[in-house]
């Protein structure tokens, strides 16, 4: 029987969508408003959903007080009050849409869970724009 266990966090970041290899009118043609070279930012809202087994001893799929650490460190610690494009090295080169930020948060935190643990992360990047990922 699996059960899944999910926390809610949040970050604030600012971000830029644009490629710097294309040049400023396509890529204003591409991503408008979002592709302002001064940034812009979000109230990005995240929920991380773990689905496994039930272990018989604790009752526990895992620890909330762990999946809380994991997300703080992996997440907010390394998200909350930056700028992604620059100060956050997975997207110097990667472009940092909701779906390559999920993207990278799932990764991140995939990788400090149990493996026999199943992940889904949803972003929400505004209150109504939201993106979600499970690793397939
Ligand atoms: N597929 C994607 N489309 C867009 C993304 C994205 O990451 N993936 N991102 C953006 C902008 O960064 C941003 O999300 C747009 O924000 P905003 O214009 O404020 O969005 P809304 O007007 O829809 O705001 P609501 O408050 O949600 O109405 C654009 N596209
Ligand atoms: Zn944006």
Do not use: Q
Not at 41 to 54: D, F, K, P, R, W
Not at 64 to 85: C, P, Q, T, W
Not at 106 to 115: F, S
């Amino acid at each position: 029987m699996k059960v899944t266990v999910s926390r809610k966090a949040h970050f604030n970041a600012a971000h830029r969508l644009y490629r710097k290899d294309w040049s400023f009118e396509k890529n204003d043609a591409t991503f408008g408003k979002c592709n302002n070279p001064n940034f812009h930012g979000h109230n990005y809202e995240l929920i991380a959903s773990v689905t496994g087994e039930i272990d018989p001893e604790t009752g526990y799929v895992i620890d909330m007080k762990v999946l809380k650490d994991i997300i703080k460190s992996e997440v907010e610690d390394a998200f909350d009050h930056k700028n992604l494009n620059i100060e956050v090295p997975e997207f110097k080169d990667l472009n940092p849409t909701a779906e390559n930020i999920v993207v990278v948060i799932y990764d991140k935190l995939k990788a400090k869970l149990n493996p026999d643990l199943d992940l889904e992360v949803t972003l929400y990047e505004t209150p109504r724009n939201f993106v979600s990922y499970n690793g397939n």
